[in-house]
């Protein structure tokens, strides 16, 4: 059991000011002066009751059960900083918050919204100040020792946007007591709305965006409705508020439709008026001439003919700033393009402890919206696998964790997530009544942006629904084209379209173009698709495209490029699990029979074989495989095959049975010798009759010859070598082997030069030459690592 405070504990916040001027200035004498100054917080604090819970670089996170201790561990600490000898220009000021409230303890970590409270009183002081809120000073007031007083500081909005608080200066005998202004937000002229809940996460993305913004003087936040962009943005401006004297202003643009209002709705934040003639534009450049401000422009998106009133301004002031949310980038000169990612989710296949995982992000969000609106809810370690499946359920978007944590009230994460499961939407419901009706559901989202989109959009939008994680360039072209149902535009400039819109989303991660859909977007287009009466055209060019796919790849799984086709076929495996469960689902059973018999070598060589069984069970059961012959040959080989893998050679001998009995009737010499070629296999690996398996090979080899199928040859020469290996006839196993090793290697088969020279080193170690055997085990291992 953890033995940190729980219930009523006031936290502790504090980091040194200016810590990098004094890192330049100290050079290495830095680490010393570091070590001093945790050194006098660890002891004056411990001292005094605190629980350390954290400390990055210069900062500390401290708890403790008592108000009154914090306040004398905090003047502790300022005194003895102030009386240790530092370095010339080393003098180390810290500032110090003090907040008091009710907290969620999830194994070591401190969850709720006391905690940013007390981080952003934390960052209003100055180096050598104590702040109080008001909570800490109605506990303490008239309770401490002598030498500590407290001043009334008056109200101030923190830069955690939320509503003004009173805040107290700890006054300290001894220790300077005037100081500047606060760092709030009164220190700024700003229009900055209030936020009634705490900003979670989003550290490095804040960070990243305020070095961005002092670069580009244009900045567009960009990201799928949901996202957090308009919180993120009004987070960024909250904390660059200090670098711009002549104001930091918030203009909404939800409700305009008309981007020649642009200006005036910048205009009327600003609270500047257009006198005669003059157009709001004019107006407004004069008037930001000679200011340092920062605008903020909300939910652009819907007015992107309005993006040159961004460059007209910026180039009317040197000293102004424009940071931009939208869905869509506006592509005008000088935009530096931000786009903002869901929440960090945790890995549901490696969940860490209940305190790392209340950490990520989305848990974190969820935990914390969760006791908004159920005080009592605790997440244990019982329901933690839920809350982080629903997070991950709802691809981490800020608003959907959010509409989920409201219905914790009504459901408990198992039960929330088991709905998920089921149906987003309607587990979701409505939101905030007071939020924009755009923001009320998650639908309503994704609606908002799907209305701005035109006939062709909207038609792309729908069939890259089918595409289950995502489709190449290639992929998408052969399934949502042509250019004609788009608008006239080609697929590739549509796709770019959808992502400028923040529909779709670019991957990075490949040389070629590639692009992803959110989860919750895909299942709102995808009911879009099935309104149209176009619904079952695009899943079977969908199907088409995957086994074109297929087929393509198993001419390479044997070769060098095997490692490269098989990552490749990786990515897109949801893809081709959608497409065979269309076959299946729409009665299509030569397709169905196509792609399970053009795929198992992929569910084979990746580890997959269970579910590639299970997949060609269903596709062996359709109705009417026997009137597509070639088709059905294929999908034994493959049970046949995957059965073999798995080691369950009475199963791969059914299936191979009947393979053979069917080309046999079908007459295909190519087929014939690669069923018997097959057939043999199980026999040979159980040897009960090695000499049936020897007869089938050697039955195989002279078709493959006339065939002058060489891969063919050389797998029937390994299948010998093996047959005479069990019966430890070495030396003709080692002649066999060699055999198919060498024709192996002139055709650049690796996968089989793999497997025979494994089974080579096998023999060769057999016949007593330990060093013989090696080097033909360290070539085999490097073919199978590579793959």
């Given amino acids: 059991m953890s033995d940190l405070p729980t219930g009523t504990v006031t936290f502790y916040f504090s980091d040194i000011e200016g810590s990098t001027r004094l890192i330049q200035q100290l050079g290495d004498r830095y680490p010393e002066v570091l070590l001093a100054h945790h050194n006098i917080q660890r002891e004056s604090l411990a001292a005094n009751g605190g629980h350390e819970l954290r400390t990055e670089g210069d ?78 000073h109605a506990l303490v007031d008239h309770a401490l020792p002598p030498a500590i007083t407290l001043k009334d500081l008056g109200m101030h909005r ?112 600003l609270s500047v008026q257009s006198t005669g003639s003059r157009r709001p534009i004019e107006v407004l450049v004069d008037y930001l001439h000679d200011k340092r401000m920062l605008l903020v422009l909300d939910n652009f998106e819907q007015l992107l003919p309005a993006a040159p009133v961004t460059t007209t301004l910026l180039e009317g002031s040197l000293g102004l700033r424009v940071l931009v949310s939208s869905r869509a ?26 305190t790392v995982l209340s950490q990520f992000e989305a848990v974190r969000l969820f935990i914390e919206r969760a006791v908004a609106v159920k005080p009592d809810f605790e997440a244990t370690n019982e329901n933690a696998p839920a809350i982080a499946g629903i997070c991950e359920r709802v691809d981490g978007l800020p608003l959907a964790i959010e509409l989920a944590a409201a219905r914790i009230k009504l459901f408990s994460p198992q039960a929330l997530l088991s709905r998920l499961e089921k ?15 755009r923001q009320q559901t998650l639908r309503g989202a994704i609606q908002w942006s799907y209305e701005l989109l035109d006939a062709g959009e909207r038609r792309l939008l729908a069939r890259f629904s089918v595409f289950a994680r995502g489709g190449s360039l290639e992929e998408l072209e052969a399934v949502c084209g042509p250019a004609a149902d788009l608008g006239g535009r080609e697929v590739v400039d549509a796709l770019d379209l959808l992502a400028d819109q923040s529909l779709l989303r670019r991957v990075p991660e490949f040389d070629e173009p590639r692009f992803l859909m959110l989860q919750t977007i895909r299942e709102f287009a995808a009911e879009r698709l099935a309104e149209s009466d176009e619904a079952d055209r695009i899943r079977d060019r ?51 029979l196509c792609l399970g018999g053009s795929f198992w070598r992929y569910w084979q060589m990746r580890g997959h074989i269970h579910e590639g069984r299970a997949r060609m069970q269903e596709v062996l059961a359709m109705p009417g495989v026997e009137a597509f012959p070639n088709e059905h040959l ?34 295909d010499k190519r087929a014939i010798a690669n069923a018997i070629y097959n057939d043999a296999f199980p026999i040979l690996v159980v040897r009960v009759e090695p000499e049936r398996a020897r007869t089938l090979l050697r039955e195989a080899l002279p078709l493959f010859e006339e065939l002058k199928d060489e891969a063919g040859v050389g797998r029937t020469y390994w299948g010998l070598g093996n047959a005479d290996y069990f019966q430890q006839d070495f030396e003709a196993a080692r002649q066999k082997l060699q055999a198919a090793q060498a024709i192996f290697r002139r055709l650049d088969a690796r996968f089989d030069l793999a497997w025979s020279l494994h089974t080579l080193g096998l023999v060769t170690l057999k016949m007593g030459s330990v060093d013989a055997a090696r080097p033909y085990f360290t070539e085999a291992l490097t073919m199978f690592a590579e793959a």
């Fill in 329 to 354: 980038v506006l592509h005008v000169y000088g935009e530096q393009e931000f786009p903002v990612p869901p929440l960090a989710l945790p890995d549901l296949k490696a969940l860490p402890n209940l």
């Fill in 634 to 667: 294929q999908a034994l080989e493959a049970a046949g095959g995957l059965a073999y893998w798995q080691a369950d050679m009475a199963a791969a001998q059914v299936f191979y049975d009947a393979s053979l009995q069917l080309t046999r009737q079908v007459g």
């Fill in 158 to 269: 923190l830069k955690d946007l939320a509503r003004p608080e009173r805040l107290f200066q700890l006054m300290v005998d001894g220790l300077p007591a005037e100081f500047p202004k606060l760092r709030t937000l009164e220190a700024t002229p700003n229009n900055l709305p209030t936020q009634l809940t705490s900003f979670i996460g989003r550290d490095d993305q804040v960070r990243d965006a305020k070095v961005l913004l002092a670069r580009a003087r244009l900045l567009t936040l960009t990201g799928p409705g949901g996202t957090g962009k308009t919180r993120l943005s009004l987070q960024i401006a909250a904390d660059v508020m200090d670098q711009f004297p002549d104001g930091v202003y918030f203009v909404p643009l939800s409700a305009v439709h008309d981007p020649e209002l642009v200006p005036s709705a910048i205009a009327q934040a």
């Fill in 423 to 437: 149906s987003l939407s309607a587990a979701l419901g409505t939101g905030a009544r007071d939020l924009p009706g």
């Fill in 59 to 136: 900062s500390f996170f401290i708890v403790f059960d008592s108000a009154v201790k914090a306040c004398v561990g905090a003047a502790a600490v300022q005194k003895a900083l102030s009386e240790y000898h530092w370095p010339d220009g080393g003098q180390v000021q810290v500032r110090i918050g003090l907040h008091t409230g009710e907290a969620t303890l999830v194994g070591n970590e401190y969850l709720g919204i006391d905690v940013h409270r007390a981080a952003r009183v934390a960052s209003a002081a100055h180096g050598g100040q104590v702040i109080l809120s008001e909570t800490t």
């Fill in 542 to 592: 969908h199907l088409e495209a995957f086994i074109s796919l297929a087929q393509q790849a198993q001419a390479q799984l044997f070769g060098r490029q095997r490692k490269e086709w098989l990552d490749r076929l990786e990515v897109d495996h949801d893809n081709f699990r959608s497409a065979l469960e269309w076959a299946i689902a729409s009665g299509n059973t030569r397709k169905a």
